[in-house]
């Protein structure tokens, strides 16, 4: 089952960004297919919490490389897009930690399937793709 298509994702002017949304995709539909798993019975609330906390590392890890991008260019807009980036975060330790505290596989199933999805598309088609042109034309790419 997948989430997000990872042939569809929308691509940018720089391939470590590229390569970091691939695996992003790739670790949210592995979460998704736990947390769809769980609901049923299948896996253990170990394997969803896991996947989980393998999504939040590397997403921040992905944030944290595209935020030094950022920094190194000179990106006017650096504290708009950083701010998205930790609200995402903070975002993401709650509902993990919601989970952890309930176990409402409804609401982490809503989340996973709709909410991060939805934000994931959008900020590659905005923010991202804007910065990752700007940092490209900075480094003689564009």
Same mark, same amino acid.
């Given at each position: ?9 929308? &691509? ?6 590229? +390569? +970091?949304?691939?695996? #992003?995709?790739?670790?949210?539909? +592995? ?33 944290? $490389? #595209?935020?030094?991008?950022?920094? &190194? #260019? ?11 980036? +930790? $609200?995402?975060?903070?975002?993401? #330790? /709650? ?11 409804? $609401?982490?199933? /809503?989340?996973? /399937? ?10 590659? &088609?905005?923010?991202? /793709?804007?910065?990752? &042109?700007?940092?490209?034309?900075? $480094?003689?790419?564009?």
């Amino acid at each position: 089952m997948s989430i997000v298509d990872l042939a569809a994702i929308p &691509q940018v002017a720089l391939a470590f960004i590229n +390569d +970091d949304h691939r695996e #992003e995709a790739r670790l949210l539909n +592995d979460l998704a297919e736990a947390v769809k798993g769980h609901k049923v019975g299948k896996i253990p609330v170990e394997t969803v919490l896991h996947r989980f906390e393998a999504l939040f590392a590397h997403t921040q890890e992905h944030f944290g $490389r #595209e935020e030094e991008a950022m920094r &190194q #260019e000179g990106f006017p807009p650096y504290p708009v897009h950083k701010g998205e980036h +930790d $609200r995402v975060i903070e975002e993401m #330790e /709650s509902e993990e930690t919601h989970f952890r505290e309930t176990g409402d596989t409804g $609401r982490l199933w /809503s989340y996973v /399937s709709e909410g991060v999805p939805a934000w994931f598309i959008g900020h590659i &088609q905005s923010m991202d /793709s804007v910065t990752a &042109q700007f940092v490209s034309m900075k $480094r003689g790419g564009g």
